[in-house]
Each structure stands twice: as structure tokens, then as C-alpha cells.
């Protein structure tokens, strides 16, 4: 019964890592949603408030010139890699600015065919280099290729920087 008490003693420990880690997270999510937004929107979440969504969904691309949202308005998301047990998070960042979201935790072994198929289905392709290795990032780049697809290379999987590379890379741009 002692090794029983201490696995359990274990296993409460690991728990309270666990839910401080999400806890963090769930705050560092919040602060970037609010430096990108005005909040959340009752009909849909989305934190850019899109005037139409039910429009952007239908027609894949948003009517609205000024709509905040436009740029992820319907367009699918594939992940290469990442921290896996963010992704749940990764997905909020994508679906919350209006994009849908797939993801692939970035082993090979036995799934070439359905990387290639994610990529072949999705419209931007994010790859961080930090959690992949050297032979998935190579492949994804040459499937982008291939599929002429658009590739996002990022040096971290941190939320931030993939909220950087999908939504403020392009409000840079269009400011520029």
C-alpha cells in the first residue's frame, strides 16, 4: 500500500503541474485574442466581430473590404507539428479568427498518405521547425510545392508565434 500512495501522491502532483500549465495557457491565449480583437462576438466567438459570417463560410471569401477577419474568412489550416498537447489551442487561434483548422503531430512513420491528402485539402500549410524533424519538414515543403500550396515556416510553436504568422504577418502587410 505504500507504493500505491506514493504513485497516487504522483499522480497528484502531475495533475497540478498539468492544470497549472493550462492555466497559463489559457492566459497567454486571452492576452493574445485581446491584443488582436475587441473581444468575442455572441453569434460566433470569433474575436474580430466579422459583420457577415454566415456569408464568409459560403462563400470563402468575406465580402466585407474592412472585415478584420477576412484573411483566415473560411481558409483551412494544416499543421505540421507543434506541441501536441496544444493543440486544442493552436485550434482556438485558427477557428476563433475564422479559419478551420487540421492537424498532423509531424511523425511519419506509415502516414505519408495522409499528409499529402492534408495538405492537398488545406490552404496554408504551418510548419514550425522547432518540433519537426529535419525529413518532415522537407516533405511538407516539397508537398507544398507540388499542390501549390502556401508555407509558413516558423522558428517556434509557441501560440504567439503561430497567431503572429497567420494574423499579424498579414495585417503588416496590408498596412505596408
Known amino acids: 500500500t505504500l507504493r500505491v500512495e506514493r504513485e497516487r501522491k504522483q499522480l497528484e502532483i502531475q495533475l497540478f503541474s498539468a492544470r497549472n500549465e493550462n492555466a497559463m495557457l489559457k492566459k497567454e491565449l486571452s492576452q493574445i485574442f485581446s491584443a488582436f480583437g475587441t473581444g468575442t462576438n455572441n453569434n460566433n466567438n470569433n474575436i474580430y466581430g466579422c459583420r457577415e459570417p454566415e456569408n464568409c463560410a459560403a462563400t470563402r471569401s468575406c465580402p466585407n473590404e474592412d472585415c478584420p477577419r477576412r484573411r483566415l474568412c473560411a ?9 501536441t498537447k496544444m493543440k486544442s489551442y493552436y485550434r482556438q487561434i485558427v477557428e476563433k479568427a475564422g479559419g478551420e483548422f487540421d492537424y498532423h503531430d509531424g511523425y511519419l512513420k506509415n502516414s505519408n498518405e495522409d499528409l499529402a491528402a492534408k495538405v492537398r485539402r488545406c490552404d496554408v500549410v504551418v510548419c514550425p521547425v522547432s518540433c519537426n524533424s529535419h525529413n518532415a519538414c522537407i516533405k511538407v515543403k516539397h508537398l507544398c510545392t507540388r499542390y501549390n500550396k502556401e508555407l509558413k515556416i516558423l522558428n517556434s510553436a509557441s501560440l504567439s508565434a503561430v497567431t503572429q504568422a497567420l494574423i499579424v504577418s498579414d495585417d503588416a502587410v496590408s498596412m505596408n
Not at 481558409?75 to 506541441?83: D, H, N, T
Open 75 to 83: 481558409k483551412r489550416i494544416f499543421m505540421i507539428g507543434g506541441i
